[in-house]
């Protein structure tokens, strides 16, 4: 098998990660009920994984096939305009980030998180026809933060234990 199949065959294998952990993460009662839209970004873990072991485009590839498959399944049109604009938004950060070698996989992971909830801020903003739901961005930001940190550190431990492993 050549290494392009190769390489096909371990994105797919990925994607399906991914979209594993969407599912998964559905299954969890909200976090914190009286603020709803909070996850923690399970299958991000995969992105930041994606992002470092192989690059931009791989990442971003799995991610749109991902928010698509999971608005196809789980969600509706409006969920897909959330999800993309702060997948995005966050991908489009963190890829800016990781280039500048300044942050960890933690500080990438974290700017990432917080990215999205803006993105999702914004369409809602749209959406809704009102500036007042710009405050959520706050509640956003902490939660944002907790969850980057978490999966940063998760998605570092996944690189670390795989440097050794051929793909």
Known sequence: MN????KIAY???????????????SLFPPIWAAVPGIKMGLPNIVIIFL?????FKEALG??????????????NVMSLAYSLTGAALSLALMVVLK??????TVGVSVAGGVAH?????????????????GYY???????GTLAGAFIGLAGSILLKYMKNVKI
């Open 11 to 25: 994105l797919g294998l990925m994607t399906a990660l991914a979209l594993i952990l969407s599912y998964v993460e």
């Open 51 to 55: 992002l470092y072991r192989f690059g």
């Open 117 to 133: 909830n803006l993105g999702q801020i914004i369409v809602a903003m749209l959406i809704m026809e009102t500036a007042e739901i």
């Open 62 to 75: 799995v991610s749109l096939v991902r928010v698509f498959i999971v608005s196809l399944l789980f969600g």
């Open 3 to 6: 290494n392009r199949t190769k």
């Open 137 to 143: 961005m706050i509640v956003l930001a902490v939660t």
């Open 99 to 104: 280039r500048t070698d300044l942050f960890s």
